[in-house]
């Protein structure tokens, strides 16, 4: 079932949303491989040392992209969320003509200023880095948030994260990222 915002978009968007919505998955080649890259970033977030997380952050995000046969991302951290009344920013993806995609993801939460659980981190990663899919390896000319669009990002994390709870819904993780969620 679509989102609510699906009956405002324009006939054309309303076909790439329902392309979207039916690719509920992504084989991500060779995922095993990126294990010890997911726990670097595991370590890199117990230090609370921003470099040291950009560093794993980056390494894990060429890791993917280069798996699937897609360009490569910029992607930067930064300390704490932006906030405003709206809440809190987790990640910004952004696409400019003729540049490499760039992906910034925030560290620390706005109001304590801690920094965010791994499962957070590395599903906002995933997140962002899904909209670069959308748009390099899908093809879909626009990047919406759909059910297919939360069920490939944790696809992804159950091959990145195996420990992950099978019992636990396509898409629903205790700190998975939710429609209206950036």
Do not use: C, N
């Amino acid at each position: 079932m679509p989102f609510a915002f699906y009956d405002r978009l324009s006939a054309r968007h309303q076909a790439v949303y329902r392309r979207s919505d039916a690719a509920g998955s992504l084989v991500l080649p060779g995922a095993a491989a990126l294990h010890p890259l997911v726990d670097e970033l595991r370590r890199a977030l117990s230090t609370e040392e921003r470099t040291a997380v950009e560093r794993a952050a980056s390494r894990l995000g060429a890791g993917i992209v280069e798996r699937l046969g897609i360009p490569p991302v910029t992607l930067s951290v930064l300390a704490v969320r932006p906030s405003s009344s709206w809440g809190e920013l987790h990640g910004l993806y952004t696409r400019e003509p003729r540049r490499p995609a760039r992906i910034q993801l925030w560290m620390r939460t706005a109001h304590h200023k801690r920094v965010v659980a791994f499962r957070t981190f590395l599903r906002t990663l995933l997140h962002e880095l899904g909209h670069h899919v959308d748009y390099e390896l899908l093809r879909l000319g626009e990047s919406f948030h759909t059910e297919g669009f939360f069920k490939r990002e944790s696809s992804l994390f159950r091959q990145l994260v195996p420990e992950a709870d099978p019992g636990t819904p396509a898409g629903q993780d205790s700190e998975s990222p939710r429609p209206g969620r950036k």
